[in-house]
């Protein structure tokens, strides 16, 4: 941008010299020929010059003075026409103006008087020429007159904006000047004609040339307001279907709350990164709207299957494909003056084929859809969800990254990656989010043409006299009656699945027939801490990242006392409001502890927008779903620990053997699609049993626990380290070069020899590590772990035996 300004002051610079030049040359020759024609034509073009009218799209204006410069060209020498056409640009930058500086006040007589020079040059050389032998050379000659004017006046303008405004110049020339080039041709001839006139009628009819002159004024004001008038329709459909897109927009959020904060953040990501890979400007606005718009066809998935908190059966899944479909024949019917459609339909494809709907590959697929897929991924990793946390940025970029090729374009993966940081700060500045639906509304007014069906076929029936009251009456009754039902399908539904999730996430709907809330958070005890464990409605995002103390806050005093709190501040949950700048519409809450065999287990709170929207009918509708939702959690809680038991080694909390055989079959596929490498280390602790001799049991498990955490924080994020068991571990490190596992050998010797003298107090343990390679050393994963495991005994043995291995054979490392 610098650099820019400097050469836009250079042109500016050389562009002002080349006219001073112009003039003092002028000045040297000046002579006279008729002192009262030379003021009358300067008195008319000065007042000619303040009849001027403002460019479209640029900070300028033109007036008619032209046409006495090219008069002047005709009938003058160079000097007169210098003083006239420079009078005309005083006049015309200094006359009702805005505040005009002094440098374009220079850069305008500058280029006025360079390009009268040149044009009365160009006049020269064709009226004197070659072109004299011509019976009519003064019409050739003032055409070739005027366009040269024309040219030197309007193309370093144009220059001097491209230069500051980082416009192509041609672009800014055709758009904002080529449109006036006819009413210069149009002057050429007026000028001639009054030249012809002026030599059989002399040069004060010259005088009767101000109403044309006015005429072209007004042509000019008539012709731009007409431009005016097309631009402001232009803008108007502009922003009616920028409102269109915005109202289609809220109608996804209506549908699908977790995707209001998400539109507006893949849009900012999405253009910027369509800024830079230098996408056209219709296909620009295309995303633009189509970032927005992406998931409108999700108005055509059942809302279970859109807010469900696990993964999807396969025929939820066929169900959820058609989005994209649905999407593009919706916004078919809106016309868009750019291509939004293709990048709706094509915004699930994938680089490699494997997308949906249509399968396209590479190139087949839009621009704007391969931009939109790849930061659509990004921000939904790093934005929570019903069934998972949301990732670190920097972790969500990492994934991204891996699936370039094969998800993504990796030109497109390049550019986000430079600049996903940016973006997201760009986003977090964004000021204007989308305006949120009454959906909560309740209207008190109106009544169904059919009538209700508590009291159908009963109106008629009631006297005139206390119908109201009857009517009050029926809908208590009727209401009491739903209550019970709603009350017995969520108790039978409660404790179906052992899934946690699944158990929450049906909890949810149900329960907000029976109480209105904004939001919903059921905490799990852990320790001596509440964590979250579902949470849903308004600033989920928020009540997702506490961790509340027992005792402390709202949900931590009903823990820690088992007593509901009906109507409590949720700003006072700790951590919730703890930063000033921060507002919540949240104004009450309703909390009741959750018990099982084994105690307290969590708080179910629910929150609303309302100061004191909960009542005591609230708070007992809770309390008597409470125990079994209590009782069905625990067991949830259960069946979760056992399934994790069966993948976790229950010491260290790393995957056990079952889990390594599992992933490593799964690595070892995804490397033999992509054709990449894949290193398996097998370590095993030397001197272990030395600690459990002389330490105990609990020492040496100490000792596991310690190493295995610092083996962990060593590895990189997506290296896989688990426990074979015993005291031997497994690292599978996809891309891991033979010479890096080396360095890696050494570097996690040291971390055995830290973790044994922090348990022991004495250097008794060090690590023998051996290394096998894919697909050099084997094809699955037994052959890898078996050869990784040979390697790794020949090393232990060498270590008994005293001796080192070379640093230049990377299959095995042992120092001790």
């Not at 007036?63 to 006239?84: C, D, K, Q």
């Amino acid at each position: 941008m610098q650099t820019d300004r400097l050469k836009a002051g250079a042109f500016i610079t050389l562009v002002a010299f080349t006219g001073a030049s112009v003039f003092a040359y002028g000045m040297l020759h000046w002579h006279a020929q008729d002192l009262i024609r030379l003021g009358v034509y300067i008195v008319i073009a000065a007042v000619a010059s303040g009849l001027k009218v403002r460019l479209p799209g640029v900070n300028g204006t033109m007036s008619v003075n032209f046409l006495f410069v090219l008069l002047g060209i005709v009938e003058l020498n160079l000097p007169e026409t210098l003083l006239i056409g420079l009078t005309g640009i005083v006049t015309q930058s200094l006359w009702k103006s805005r505040k005009i500086t002094l440098v374009h006040l220079t850069f305008n007589l500058g280029g006025n008087a360079a390009a009268i020079g040149a044009s009365y040059a160009v006049y020269q050389w064709v009226n004197n020429g070659w072109f004299s032998h011509f019976a009519h050379s003064l019409p050739l000659s003032l055409m070739a007159a005027a366009c040269t004017y024309f040219l030197a006046n309007t193309v370093p303008i144009a220059a001097v904006i491209s230069l500051t405004e980082h416009k192509p110049v041609q672009k800014i020339w055709k758009e904002c000047y080529f449109w006036c080039f006819p009413y210069y041709l149009f002057g050429a001839a007026l000028t001639g004609l009054a030249h012809v006139i002026n030599q059989h009628a002399g040069w004060e009819t010259s005088l009767l040339a101000f109403p044309a002159v006015y005429w072209i004024y007004r042509s000019y004001r008539l012709y731009l307001e007409r431009l005016e008038h097309e631009k402001n329709h232009v803008e108007e459909m502009a922003a009616l279907h920028l409102r269109t897109i915005e109202a289609l927009a809220l109608a996804i959020e209506a549908k699908d709350h977790t995707t209001h904060e998400h539109l507006k953040r893949v849009r900012v990501y999405a253009v910027e990164i369509a800024k830079q890979l230098k996408v056209p400007a219709d296909e620009l606005e295309a995303l633009r709207a189509a970032s927005l718009l992406h998931d409108i066809g999700k108005l055509a998935v059942p809302e279970h299957i859109i807010s469900k908190p696990g993964k999807l059966t396969p025929e939820e899944f066929e169900k959820m494909k058609i989005h994209p479909i649905v999407g593009a024949e919706i916004l078919q019917r809106v016309q868009f003056p750019y291509p939004v459609v293709p990048i709706v339909r094509a915004h699930h494809e994938k680089w490699d084929g494997s997308g949906y709907p249509f399968g396209l590959r590479g190139e087949e697929i839009p621009m704007g859809a391969r931009i939109l897929a790849a930061v659509d991924c990004l921000d939904a990793l790093a934005s929570d969800r019903q069934y998972r946390r949301a990732l670190p940025l920097d972790e969500a970029m990492r994934h991204v990254e891996m699936e370039a090729g094969s998800s993504f374009d990796p030109a497109v993966v390049v550019e986000l990656k430079k600049h996903y940081q940016e973006l997201e700060r760009k986003a977090q500045e964004q000021d204007h989010p989308l305006m949120k639906l009454s959906t909560d509304v309740k209207v008190e007014k109106g009544i169904p043409a059919a009538g209700l069906e508590h009291n159908e076929g009963k109106k008629d029936e009631l006297p005139v006299v206390g119908r109201a009251h009857q009517v009050e009456f029926l809908s208590s009754i009727a209401s009491a009656r739903q209550e019970a039902q709603m009350l017995f399908e969520l108790s039978q539904t409660i404790g179906n699945s052992l899934s946690l999730d699944e158990t929450l996430s049906v909890l949810s709907v149900r329960l907000k027939r029976l109480i209105p809330y904004d939001s919903i958070a059921i905490y799990c005890k852990k320790e001596d801490r509440l964590i979250p464990e579902f949470v849903t409605g308004d600033n989920f995002r928020l009540f997702s990242s506490l961790q509340i103390p027992m005792g402390q806050g709202l949900s931590g005093w009903v823990a820690q006392n088992r007593k509901a709190i009906v109507n409590g501040n949720p700003s006072v949950e700790p951590g919730y409001l703890a930063d000033d700048t921060k507002f919540s519409t949240l104004r009450s809450a309703l909390s009741v502890p959750l018990e099982g065999l084994q105690g307290v287990l969590g708080v179910l709170s629910l929150y609303h927008s309302e100061k004191d929207a909960f009542t005591n009918d609230h708070l007992r509708i809770l309390l008597a779903i409470a125990s079994k939702l209590g009782l069905s959690i625990e067991n949830a809680l259960k069946y979760r620990l056992a399934e994790t038991s069966a993948t976790t080694d229950y010491l260290t909390g790393l995957p056990n053997a079952r889990s390594l055989f599992l992933h490593l079959d799964r690595e070892m596929s995804r490397c033999r699609r992509h054709e990449e490498a894949l290193t398996v280390l097998v370590c095993d602790l030397d001197g272990f049993k030395q600690v459990n001799d002389r330490f105990g049991h609990l020492e040496g498990n100490r000792l596991l626990r310690l190493f295995a955490q610092k083996l962990k924080e060593s590895c990189r994020e997506y290296d896989y380290v688990a426990r074979m068991g015993g005291d031997e571990f497994v690292i599978v490190a996809p891309g891991l070069a033979p010479e890096a596992s080396l360095e890696k050998s050494y570097y996690f010797n040291q971390l055995a020899i830290d973790s044994g003298r922090q348990v022991t107090g004495e250097e008794i343990v060090s690590l023998s590590v051996g290394a096998a390679y894919y697909p050099k050393d084997g094809r699955d994963a037994e052959q890898l772990l078996a050869e990784a495991d040979r390697r790794m005994y020949v090393v232990k043995q060498q270590h008994h035996a005293g001796m080192e291995i070379p640093q230049e054979v990377p299959r095995a490392a042992k120092v001790n």
